[in-house]
């Protein structure tokens, strides 16, 4: 945790240059894409982002304020990032959220977030406004009672007619699902299904292991396991496959006559990390290379004391290692230490 002190935010001081794309690492991936997490707070306790017995919130005094994520955006703006997606915790829950919307829309950057959806309905307007036009939103089960389940909490129905309120107001909509063996691998055929007459992305996603979660490979379903059942309910021909952009995280499909998709994110078993092209700042200031890399590097304390930042970001950039921070092996990944000493994911940001 940064032990910065909001008192001394100082942007008078011009930050100084330095020569060379300090975003592209030694693998020569180029980072363009930053993925901005405004708070630890959230109005979901999903099981598999946070322990059952919640986290430690960095103090309100250690968070970044909007003047602080605006000025840290635009130097990797200015340095090359196009696209910004804000995440959390809930994006949507911290009181300034709006203002920051707007603030970052200024860049020349294509801004989205990701969401859990619960209070979507309020920022239509506001996201007309700052020019988004597509969010992910979490979505873990059609069912009810089981989506109570996996997030401690009872807004099923009212995610879910905010999603259809998003697709009505023009929005391309991703649902996220985290995947979990005998809990929601049942519903994989279900997901697909409502792609038939909305024009969303349902994405698969791997369950992958954090602080407090309780991961094991046992729960995980593999992306040969969700085309196993696809290729179960649906004749071969009319399986389309899709091609994916360079730096995508999905493997994309379409059910044909659909007019949506779905994409499997298998950051476990089909890494994708030869195309990563993402670096995340968190709530508190710190720049994480890798979504499972411990190591942080901080930005906020250095920025309130006047000081330039460039070289920090460039020494993360280029610590960054090839593979899942060195776990480049599946037994490698499953043996490691290095889950327990990560965040839980709703401190990094989804």
């Known amino acids: 945790m940064t032990k910065s002190n909001t008192g001394s935010q100082r942007f008078s001081k011009p930050l100084e240059s330095i020569k060379g794309d300090i975003l592209t ?94 209070i979507v309905d309020k920022f239509i307007d506001h996201f007309k406004k700052c020019g988004i036009k597509t969010l992910n939103v979490s979505l873990d089960s059609l069912n009810a009672q089981k989506n109570n389940d996996i997030t401690r909490r009872s807004y099923f129905e009212k995610v879910y007619q905010n999603i259809l309120l998003l697709v009505k107001e023009g929005f391309y909509v991703k649902v996220n699902c985290v995947l979990m063996k005998g809990f929601n691998d049942n519903e994989i055929i279900d997901f697909i299904t409502i792609t038939k007459d909305l024009p969303i992305q349902v994405r698969f996603i791997e369950f992958m292991p954090f602080d407090g979660n309780r991961w094991n490979m046992d729960k995980l379903v593999s992306l040969e396991e969700v085309l196993s059942q696809v290729n179960s309910n649906f004749k071969a021909e009319n399986i389309i496959k899709l091609k994916d952009a360079v730096n995508d995280t999905t493997k994309s499909y379409q059910i044909k006559n659909h007019k949506g998709t779905f994409a499997i994110i298998s950051s476990v078993t089909n890494p994708f990390c030869d195309g990563c092209n993402r670096i995340r700042l968190t709530a508190n200031g710190q720049i994480k290379n890798c979504l499972f890399s411990s190591k942080e590097s901080d930005l906020l304390t250095p920025l309130r004391e006047g000081k330039p930042i460039q070289t920090i970001i460039q020494q993360a950039i280029k610590s960054k290692l090839k593979i899942r921070n060195g776990m480049d092996t599946l037994d490698k990944f499953k043996e490691s230490d290095a889950h327990l000493n990560n965040r839980s994911m709703i401190t990094i940001g989804g």
Do not use: W
């Not at 109005?43 to 994520?69: V, W």
């Open 25 to 118: 690492d030694t693998f020569g991936r180029k980072h363009n894409y930053l993925r901005i997490s405004l708070t630890e707070r959230c109005n979901l306790r999903c099981t598999y982002c946070m322990p059952a017995e919640g986290i430690q919130l960095s103090p309100k005094d250690h968070i970044m304020t909007y003047e602080e994520i605006y000025t840290i955006a635009k130097e990797f703006v200015d340095r090359g990032v196009t696209k910004i997606r804000l995440t959390g915790g809930e994006p949507l829950v911290r009181k300034d959220a709006a203002l920051i919307m707007e603030k970052l829309a200024a860049l020349p950057v294509s801004l989205t977030l990701t969401t859990n959806g619960v």
